[in-house]
């Protein structure tokens, strides 16, 4: 386990890090995660004026949930709002900062600069502010590869291109809700493996909570849980871990290995929710 202090010097593999951890056990995760990729060098904070991470070297990839990201790059420091962003330190030790959602800032020798959603910016190796430019987002290979899951563990995957009805026996969408899945006899959507969880990609266009159920075919009854409050116009992952959902007449019920899902509603309050992926799988060890 990596702590306050502790500098991370990579070779030719990348990895993830939980830069912060919830004390309690809740059903539906969201952290901030810091992955750094293939030769990167870091120092974790908290450092001095609250940055939980120095980037010495190299290239990382930033995905901030609810509170904001300090952190310091070569002679720059920052911030990166919810939402994610790519920091890279060259050889030279200039700095570069795209924004892939949300917004960021940046203040080195140069002067400052504020970069929102698709822009990207940074401060040069001489001392100059990089003049913020769009871009079209797009996940490094390095970082896809990282987060790219064993076929072997993936239970189920909907990413909701073509004709998405065709593929369920129930399929309802609204502004503020998705409904989809499956009966008994038509397999349901998965059957639970012991620590599954259900990775949920999702956007609001107002701040909120997301309210989630699954539906247990194997208990016939329904598991509940809702997200922290999201900020709204920033896709998130949300992480579900069924096995902490609350049945819903609260009878003190837990998911079981081999239970079927057959079916998952997803619903907001107000605003418009989009999703944009939806898996479940079994981590590894």
Same mark, same amino acid.
């Given at each position: ?77 920052? &911030?990166? $709002?919810?939402? +994610?962003?790519?920091?890279?330190? #060259?050889? %030279?030790?200039?700095?570069?900062? /795209?924004?892939? *959602? =949300? ?35 797009? &996940?490094? $290979?390095?970082? +896809?590869?990282?987060?790219?899951? #064993?076929? %072997?563990?993936?239970?189920?995957? /909907?990413?909701? *291109? =073509? ?37 949920? $990609? ?84």
């Amino acid at each position: 386990m990596l702590g306050a202090g502790d500098e991370v010097d990579l070779g030719r593999a990348a990895v993830e890090i939980l830069l912060t951890e919830a004390s309690e056990r809740p059903a539906v995760e969201l952290e901030t995660r810091l992955a750094l990729a293939p030769g990167a060098r870091a120092t974790l904070g908290p450092l001095d004026q609250s940055a939980l991470v120095a980037l010495h070297s190299g290239a990382c990839f930033a995905t901030v949930a609810l509170v904001p990201l300090e952190f310091v790059a070569g002679a720059c420091r920052g &911030t990166i $709002r919810p939402g +994610a962003a790519a920091l890279e330190v #060259d050889r %030279r030790g200039g700095v570069k900062l /795209e924004v892939h *959602a =949300g917004g960021a800032s940046l203040e080195g020798p140069g002067g400052k600069q504020s970069l929102k959603s698709s822009q990207r910016g940074g401060h040069s190796a001489k001392g100059k502010l990089i003049r913020p430019r769009a871009f079209a987002p797009q &996940t490094p $290979r390095w970082l +896809a590869r990282l987060q790219r899951l #064993d076929p %072997r563990r993936v239970l189920f995957k /909907e990413s909701f *291109a =073509g004709d998405v009805a065709a593929r369920y026996e129930e399929h309802a969408s609204t502004d503020r809700s998705l409904r989809f899945g499956n009966s008994t006899p038509r397999g349901g959507l998965y059957r639970h493996l012991p620590g599954a969880r259900v990775r949920v $990609r999702v956007r609001l266009t107002e701040s909120g909570e997301v309210a989630i159920k699954l539906t247990n075919l194997t208990q016939k009854d329904n598991f509940k849980a809702a997200s922290p409050e999201l900020k709204a116009g920033v896709w998130v992952v949300l992480e579900l871990r069924p096995e902490r959902f609350v049945d819903a007449a609260r009878a003190g019920k837990s998911v079981a290995s081999g239970d079927l899902f057959g079916y998952l509603d997803l619903s907001v309050r107000r605003g418009k929710l989009e999703v944009a992926e939806v898996v479940a799988y079994q981590p590894g060890e």
